[in-house]
């Protein structure tokens, strides 16, 4: 994570209290203390269910294990290994994210024993089919987007800021986001996506936010739909493990071919 | 020692491994493949038209000691209707791998890919291709190996000792596609007197910094890649007899990453098998993200293939240009097809080949491929398999 960017934050907060703070500025100190809430987990493993459905209502199931460890002044490193469906069992993803340069990914076809560098400007591509773009599901660093506060409202009752967010890396298949954030665990509780032709594309909603540690709040469910092709996506979230002691060494070529 | 001696013994060595109980699993796939080729063959022996066969490739895990270990058993067998050679049964995998911080050791009959071109394989040496499985040389017999990893900062070492060689699998007399004449496996020849006791050794160093991954690669033994030679069997038919020269070859691997496109280059130098030579495979793979406003992609592929060897080389590709497409439907089904030919450019001959693969449901996938040739001259290599142009439809139940 960018300790640099929160004590630059965390410094300039006395002035942000006297003087009026701008909708940009006010936008981009809600995504600081987002991530500024959300470190020092170091590193996290979880099971995946993933549920694709069609708008004739036809399901399709796929199960993951995610494992994912923080990186000082980088974005994270993550490992996704598929268990179904079971002709893709065994391949996994290995993903060094970055604020704005490409991430690199590195995939692992287990029929051949193969580990191939893949091509990541694909970041508005599916993901194994499902609603979610890969852009979606790499980690969200602060430097990724430009920031806009637009005001504050409730949601369900619950107290939020809404926040505009542009993106600022290239080959996004969004022109902005609009995303609710939870005034009270800062964590996004509704987002849209609005596709290169400014339409609405999908919405994505989080739900059952658990506490764990005492610090980090992770999402049962997620949901996102399609509103112009009438699919559906559900994330279920399971077995949230948080500081495993995971290394480098598991996040490196040779764990790639290990995985099982 | 037979292959499946060694395999045996394995088996055994491990089996106090398995015993501790963690995690473990059964998984796998059963398979129906029919292929269907277009012409009468060039030698009556082979059969016709159809032909049909069964494959079975369990497989079982087991995980331990927070998943540092593994031993992992995948028999395999195909039963086909004609050719004898092409009913086979393998060990793909019998293997116990050991992870540490700063190496990995892996024992057992195992699986080792190395390289980056899509046409060919060119630097992959380690496991031996079983060839009658299919003509793209993707399918692999288990190689028995020793292989330590180590793993620092500036890259990987992997080094291999493989103390058992094993014979590249050639088509049956009855069998398409088929060399002509055909191989006699019985009369195999080996420049080492140790046969296939001979012990091959491997080092390879690979790391990535930025957008390059590189690998470079020293092997020395018998070479998976036979001499065939012309000869006569004990009936007094013309025959080609495999011939496993002691080699060195030296292999370099390349490839930048950049942005949408994908750089390649495989290179080597071998030494030992009649005259040295160098090869090359270098290319591109280009691919066009959410073509036409839908969220299918469509990668362009171009590479070339040379052998300095020329014409004498007894490879199909030693002055060639590789044209492929590959289309990624990013759907539920993951449907997708990869299309490709491949140009002589000295003798005009053309392979052309198609591959397609769509899940069904949940637990079957059915796959598509065609092969065919075109304007072989009766110098090339490939002109052996001139009528043998196929199409193929198989099933897959994953469990």
Redesign the interface.
């Known amino acids: 994570m960018r300790t640099w960017f929160v004590l630059t934050w965390l410094l300039t907060l006395p002035l942000h209290e006297v003087l009026a703070q701008t909708p940009e500025e006010k936008g981009l100190a809600i995504a600081v203390e987002e991530e500024r809430r959300d470190t020092g987990w170091l590193d996290q493993k979880s099971d995946l269910q993933m549920i694709?459905r069609?708008k004739h209502g036809e399901e399709?199931?796929r199960i993951l294990r995610i494992q994912t460890k923080e990186v000082d002044g980088d974005g994270d490193k993550s490992l996704t290994v598929f268990d179904?469906?079971?002709?893709?069992?065994g391949t996994a993803l290995l993903i060094y994210t970055h604020a704005l340069k490409?991430d690199?990914q590195w995939l692992y076809l287990p029929a051949?024993?193969?580990?191939?560098?893949?091509?990541?400007?694909?970041k508005?591509?599916?993901f194994?089919?499902s609603e979610f773009a890969y852009e979606d599901l790499t980690s969200q660093e602060v430097e990724k987007y430009r920031y806009q506060w637009l005001r504050d409202e409730l949601l369900d009752g619950r107290k939020v800021f809404v926040v505009e967010q542009y993106p600022a890396y290239e080959?996004s298949?969004y022109t902005r986001r609009i995303v609710w954030i939870d005034m009270e665990i800062y964590r996004p509780l509704k987002i849209e996506f609005y596709d290169r032709k400014n339409a609405l594309l999908k919405t994505l909603t989080f739900h059952h936010y658990q506490l764990y540690l005492d610090q980090y709040w992770r999402p049962d469910r997620m949901d996102m739909v399609n509103h112009q092709t009438g699919k559906h996506t559900s994330l279920l979230w399971k077995n949230y493990r948080f500081k495993n002691g995971l290394?480098d060494?598991a996040f490196?070529?040779?764990?790639l071919k290990?995985v099982? | 020692m037979t292959f499946f001696r060694l395999c045996f013994l394995l088996a055994v060595g491990g089996l106090p491994f398995v015993s501790t109980v963690d995690a473990d699993e059964w998984?796998g796939?059963v398979g129906i493949e029919g292929r269907y080729f277009t012409q009468t063959p060039q030698d009556p022996r082979q059969f016709d038209h159809e032909n049909v066969s069964l494959i079975v490739e369990p497989e079982y895990?087991h995980?331990w000691d927070d998943?540092r270990q593994?031993f992992?058993f995948v028999p395999f067998l195909r039963i086909d209707q004609h050719d004898s050679n092409r009913t086979h049964f393998d060990i793909r995998e019998l293997t116990w791998?050991k992870?540490e911080?700063a190496w990995?050791l892996r024992l057992g009959v195992r699986?080792?890919?190395w390289g980056?071109a899509e046409f060919q394989h060119l630097v992959d040496i380690i496991n031996q291709t079983d060839l009658v499985e299919n003509l793209d040389t993707?399918d692999k017999l288990g190689q028995p190996m020793a292989n330590l990893?180590l793993?620092q900062d500036w890259g990987?070492l992997d080094v291999f000792v493989l103390p058992f060689f094993r014979e590249r699998t050639f088509a049956g007399s009855e069998g398409r596609p088929r060399e002509q004449p055909p191989v006699d496996e019985d009369q195999a020849g080996f420049e080492s007197s140790a046969e296939e006791h001979h012990v091959d050794f491997a080092i390879r160093y690979?790391h990535?910094i930025g957008d390059w991954?590189i690998g470079l690669a020293h092997f020395y033994g018998t070479s998976r890649a036979p001499r065939l030679i012309p000869g006569v069997d004990a009936s007094g038919s013309a025959v080609l007899v495999p011939f496993y020269d002691i080699i060195n070859q030296t292999s370099l691997d390349v490839?930048a990453?950049k942005?949408?496109?994908?750089w390649k280059l495989e290179a080597l130098h071998r030494s030992g098998q009649a005259n040295a030579f160098n090869a090359l495979a270098g290319g591109f793979e280009y691919?066009f993200?959410?073509i036409f406003e839908t969220?299918i992609?469509l990668g362009i592929l171009g590479e070339y293939h040379y052998d300095d060897r020329g014409e004498s080389a007894p490879t199909t590709l030693e002055d060639d240009i590789a044209l492929g497409t590959r289309l990624s439907f990013?759907?539920?089904?993951?449907t997708e097809a990869l299309m490709g030919l491949i140009v002589d450019r000295e003798s005009s001959g053309k392979f052309f080949n198609l591959e397609a693969s769509r899940?069904l449901g949940?637990?079957w996938?059915v796959e598509f491929q065609v092969r065919a040739f075109f304007g072989q001259s009766r110098t090339d290599p490939a002109f052996t398999f001139t009528r043998d142009d196929y199409a193929e439809m198989a099933f897959?139940y994953?469990?």
């Open positions: 694709l069609n399709s199931t179904t469906p079971r002709d893709v069992k490409p690199d051949l024993k193969r580990v191939k560098r893949i091509a990541s400007a694909n508005s591509g599916p194994v089919g080959h298949g290394s060494r490196d070529r040779n764990s290990r099982r | 998984s796939l895990i995980e998943g593994v992992a791998e992870a911080d990995e699986k080792v890919f980056v993707e990893a793993i990987t690979s990535f991954d490839q990453t942005g949408n496109m994908l691919t993200v959410g969220v992609d990013n759907d539920v089904q993951s899940r949940e637990n996938v897959f994953y469990f």
